[in-house]
């Protein structure tokens, strides 16, 4: 299995402002996975971030309003910038499953953002 | 495009009865499955999966899960519910550990 911390657990936004969420996991991991789950709704993927290489969006998501950096093996950040309300969300980190586990996604706690 | 229906927005159930809830996914291939809890104020926790083989699944907390690739769906059972299983259920389908959500399922559990 894999640990994953994410920080700030929480945060209060002016709108026009950037917050940068940090997910750091106790083992190498080659894909990390940033999702947004907005009030009352589902995950939905933001991208993926390899490292060595640029973040992979899905559509409907920018990397000029979501910048994500991948700088080892252990830790990914994602900015979500220029706040408006409707970013108000519980963003996520997520990784591949280790140890021989397989296929499987393994979840940070989540930052829930709220823009004001 | 893969996709995942999870048909009910919300359930009640009395604590000590039998759940279930309902996914149905939409997947070209071989589909990995998942059913993963959120606990309010948590993150999201893996119950059970499906790769292949058995097609019960059994996972943690009681819980298990069968695959029906005739009707593609992978519907999660629980035998007798408890106070602390009151959260949100999510069925997810994917590979490469990128997977897509269903809409979610809120049980809530009355005494």
């Known amino acids: 299995s894999a640990v994953i911390s994410q920080k700030p657990s929480r945060d209060i936004c002016q709108r026009g402002t950037s917050l940068t969420i940090q997910c750091q996991v106790d083992s190498q991991v080659t894909m990390m996975f940033w999702y947004r789950q907005q009030p009352g709704q589902s995950l939905t993927l933001i991208a993926t971030?390899?490292?060595?290489?640029?973040?992979?969006?899905e559509s409907g998501f920018v990397i000029d309003k979501f910048p994500i950096s991948r700088p080892n093996l252990t830790f990914s950040t994602l900015t979500v910038s220029n706040l408006s309300p409707e970013d108000s969300s519980i963003y996520l980190c997520?990784?591949?499953?280790?140890?021989?586990?397989?296929?499987?996604?393994?979840f940070g706690q989540g930052t829930r953002l709220t823009v004001v | 495009a893969q996709s995942v229906t999870q048909p009910d927005i919300h359930i009640t159930v009395s604590e000590g009865a039998s759940l279930e809830l309902r996914c149905n996914y939409s997947?070209?291939?071989?589909?990995?499955l998942f059913w993963y809890v959120q606990s309010p104020g948590q993150g999201l926790q893996l119950l059970l999966k499906y790769f292949s083989g058995d097609t019960l699944v059994q996972g943690i907390k009681g819980f298990e899960a069968e695959f029906k690739r005739s009707q593609s769906s992978f519907n999660l059972r629980k035998p007798s519910v408890h106070w602390s299983d009151a959260a949100e259920y999510f069925c997810?389908?994917?590979?490469?550990?990128?997977?897509?959500f269903g809409a979610g399922t809120t049980v809530t559990v009355r005494a």
């Open positions: 971030a390899n490292q060595g290489s640029e973040a992979t969006y």
């Open positions: 997520s990784v591949e499953g280790t140890g021989g586990s397989g296929t499987e996604a393994f």
């Open positions: 997810a389908v994917g590979d490469d550990y990128k997977l897509s």
């Open positions: 997947y070209g291939a071989t589909p990995y």
